[in-house]
């Protein structure tokens, strides 16, 4: 995991130091572009897995929905695939957790980047309050496709499936007296977002 970060960070970074100028193209397409977006992930699935006496138990948590903002800042490395690093932020409810995530995500547009792409992305959660969580891990795969097409942005909606994996060691019970051990969310999300 921690080397999977690594090479993102160092394949952005020597992408970066290469590309001299953010402005320039592919052909008629700009090389650097962000996107921003607001989201609502309902979860299908959230399981609590704990120990009780040295057993293993796992419950079912409630299903409410999460919301995120995620930011992007991407490179076309050819024409139709982009490289880019990630930073958001989501909010789960009941249990609360609240979460920044950074990491990051790879994108194949299937005409250019102004049109249907499908994308994936992985992202650490960091914890802000040791005592909810230890850490965490967002995992992402979406379809994504322009809804307002503008001279230099388009409103894009995305459709994605996401998991979340964060681990409790060490954190403090959340029905009475257990063991923590980790919660596992499936969940699918819709977004809204501006590519610029």
């Known amino acids: 995991m921690k080397s999977f970060y690594f090479c993102s960070v160092f394949l ?8 001299l100028n953010a402005q320039q193209s592919v052909g008629d397409q700009k090389k650097w572009y962000s996107t921003a ?3 609502g992930i309902i979860p299908y699935e959230a399981r609590y897995d704990y120990g009780i006496e040295n057993r293993g138990r796992s419950v079912d948590l409630n299903k409410d929905l999460s919301l995120g903002l ?7 490395v050819f024409n139709k695939l982009s490289l880019g690093v990630v930073g958001g932020f989501q909010a789960h409810f009941n249990p609360n957790f609240n979460m920044p995530k950074i990491g990051g995500t790879i994108r194949y547009f299937f005409v250019d980047q102004n049109n249907v792409y499908v994308y994936l992305h992985d992202a ?13 891990n967002n ?8 809804v307002l097409k503008r001279e230099g942005f388009n409103i894009n909606t995305n459709l994605f499936f996401e998991q979340n994996y964060l681990s409790l060691n060490g954190s403090d019970p959340i029905i009475i007296d257990e063991d923590p051990g980790n919660i596992f969310y499936k969940s699918l999300g819709l977004s809204l977002g501006i590519k610029f």
């Open 70 to 76: 995620l930011y992007t800042f991407n490179y076309m």
């Open 37 to 39: 977006e607001i989201e």
């Open 12 to 19: 952005f970074l020597f992408i970066s130091f290469n590309g």
């Open 124 to 136: 650490v959660d960091i914890s802000l309050d040791k005592s909810q969580f230890d850490y965490g």
């Open 139 to 146: 995992f992402r795969f979406g379809l994504g496709f322009p």
